[in-house]
């Protein structure tokens, strides 16, 4: 996969978002563009959400990550957007079926909820599986074929 991330966070997520980035440029294998927040004053996640998404949706990132405190509200945030599939990951195995059977392009962790090890080894998992396709791909499909026709319908 393409080496270049796009990763953000609230004050809630600030933290991890911090040791991803060491993580992941200590290994000189990504290149990471930092959306935001910048320090651990408190903020709102929808913005910053909306602003890793855009990165994605323009063609500029395959991948994200993003982190509040539980995690729900940028996956809430992220999934409003057509083409945006953000899994909500605790543990290894969620984020190795969020990428081999969902072919998640966000993965999104909470700060308050995963120690600093797991999360890392989580973000590894999901950086490091392939979308499996085949049945996966029909499915995925047809959650596009729903949010194409309720744009029709509108
Ligand atoms: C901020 O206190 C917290 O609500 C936020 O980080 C997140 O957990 C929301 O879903």
């Known amino acids: ?84 599939r953000a899994a909500l990951c605790h543990d290894h195995y969620t984020a190795r079926y969020s990428r081999l059977h969902n072919d998640a392009n966000v993965l999104v962790l909470g700060g308050r909820v995963l120690g600093v090890g797991l999360a890392l080894e989580i973000v590894d998992v999901f950086l490091n599986t392939e979308f499996e396709g085949g049945r996966h791909k029909r499915r995925l499909c047809l959650i596009e074929e729903y949010e194409e026709s309720k744009r029709e319908r509108s």
């Open 1 to 84: 996969m393409d080496k270049r991330l796009i990763i953000g966070s609230d004050h809630g997520g600030f933290e991890l978002k911090e040791a991803i980035k060491s993580h992941l440029i200590k290994g000189s294998q990504y290149e990471v563009l930092d959306a935001g927040v910048y320090d651990r004053n408190p903020s709102d996640y929808p913005p910053i959400a909306h602003r890793v998404v855009g990165g994605i949706l323009k063609g500029e990132f395959q991948r994200g990550i993003l982190i509040c405190g539980t995690g729900i509200g940028m996956s809430i945030t992220a999934n409003r957007h057509r083409g945006i």
